[in-house]
């Protein structure tokens, strides 16, 4: 059964394991834990790069950063590489998103037929940002996001308000015109700066736990020097909580808007033809293991959340291995458009659908930067990661590899890479 129409919600940030649904049992998330129950919540979900635009702009093209030279958050993706709405628009369908996307350079479409609110940042590389006043520096990997946090509000919330908004109205709009339809919906948030509101913070202060994996010497040099250079080293008890209290906090404000976009498939009567998708771009640390952001390939980093939900779905959690690439081929399949020319991603639509389906459990993720942003210390880096079966490796150049079996270490504590 091919789905009439698309729904794809794609955050910011999210640390896949912050949802009531994914075990959480502080996370404020019925929304997308009502999501889970309708459908598929894949739990082995990654990105194709611990940082935004590359993750953002490899789930476009169901290709890797290294194939398409688009390695940093700086990097403009050639026109010439065609998207799944590519694909999707010459079926027929009307595609169209609303918020957040961060493509760089004069492409601000990348095959969508429409868009709504822009960008929360110069779409050029080298152009000034804009004025986050108090909260300035916070949105990066620096110390002040980790000083500045706790209650208050950013202008990245603001944004999704508005973005939920014109989501809403979009969503009218297409009920009218009763034509196929494929829209995304891009928030900001969870990402830093860690600052919710007053009532999340003081929730969250009560409720959450401190981190569960402590922070120590690693036996890889570029791990050990990130903390350090990133200024995280010593980060006061009460800073932490603070932090991880509002992160929390906007996660339970992004459900809060998810459920209210949902709702509104509900009210027009769209929801029954409609696959509804939702996941992130990478994860954020939250203090674990003495880190914080992305940037790594440690779970908390480089997994994503991943849920689909339709009528034809068969319902429940899958532990098969997948990545971001895959579920752009997903989609395109199951709306019944043409596969992507070079497209890696492999397509997991008859494995949530029917239930069966032979399936390599592989991933594979990059993390590679220049050193012209001030946030990677003039350090240039080039690292990998690939996971097959329970087995993780990631790989520093010039640097100590990290092999960890997720099978008995699931928290990738103890590597292997040294063993015989």
Not at 57 to 66: E, H, K, N, V
Not at 154 to 180: G, M, Q
Request: aromatic share 10%; proline share 6%; with cysteine.
């Amino acid at each position: 059964m091919i789905p009439r129409n698309l729904l794809f919600l794609f955050s910011d940030q999210h640390s896949a394991n912050v949802m009531g649904c994914a075990g959480d049992e502080f996370a404020v998330t019925p929304n997308l834990d009502r999501l889970a129950s309708r459908g598929v919540r894949m739990n082995n979900a990654y990105c194709p790069s611990p940082i935004c635009t590359p993750s953002r702009m490899s789930m476009l093209t169901g290709r890797y950063p290294s194939d398409q030279q688009c390695w940093t958050n700086d990097d403009v993706l050639p026109s010439g590489c065609p998207t799944w709405l590519h694909s999707l628009g010459a079926a027929g369908i009307e595609t169209g998103l609303v918020g957040r996307m961060h493509s760089i350079g004069p492409d601000q479409l990348r095959g969508y037929a429409w868009r709504e609110i822009g960008e929360h940042s110069p779409n050029f590389p080298g152009v000034a940002w804009h004025d986050m006043g108090p909260l300035r520096g916070t949105n990066e990997p620096t110390p002040e996001s980790l000083i500045s946090c706790g209650a208050g509000q950013s202008a990245y919330e603001l944004k999704d308000h508005d973005t939920t908004e014109a989501a809403l109205k979009a969503l009218d709009k297409i009920a009218r015109n009763r034509e196929r339809f494929a829209m995304t919906v891009g928030f900001m948030l969870p990402h830093a700066p860690y600052v919710a509101s007053k009532k999340w913070v003081d929730y969250f202060m009560q409720k959450l736990q401190p981190p569960e994996i402590p922070a120590k010497t690693s036996n890889n040099s570029w791990i050990n020097w990130w903390r350090k250079n990133r200024g995280i080293e010593e980060v006061p008890e009460r800073n932490s909580r603070l932090a991880r209290a509002a992160y929390w906090g906007l996660v339970a404000v992004l459900d809060e808007m998810i459920g209210k976009i949902l709702n509104k498939l509900d009210e027009l009567g769209l929801s029954e033809d409609t696959l509804v998708v939702y996941a992130s771009d990478h994860g954020d640390h939250l203090g674990e293991r003495g880190l914080w952001w992305k940037h790594t390939f440690y779970d908390e980093s480089a997994k994503v959340p991943m849920i689909l939900a339709h009528s034809s779905l068969s319902k429940g959690i899958r532990e098969e291995v997948v990545s971001l690439i895959d579920l752009a081929s997903t989609m395109t399949e199951a709306m019944g458009g043409e596969s992507l020319p070079d497209s890696k991603g492999r397509s997991f639509w008859p494995l949530v659908t029917k239930g069966k389906q032979k399936w390599e459990n592989i991933a594979f993720s990059e993390y590679c930067t220049d050193s012209v942003p001030s946030w990677t210390g003039g350090r240039a880096v080039q690292q990998r990661m690939l996971r097959v079966d329970n087995w993780k490796l990631h790989y520093y150049h010039g640097d100590h590899l990290q092999l960890f079996d997720l099978l008995n270490d699931p928290k990738e504590l103890n590597n292997l890479a040294d063993m015989p």
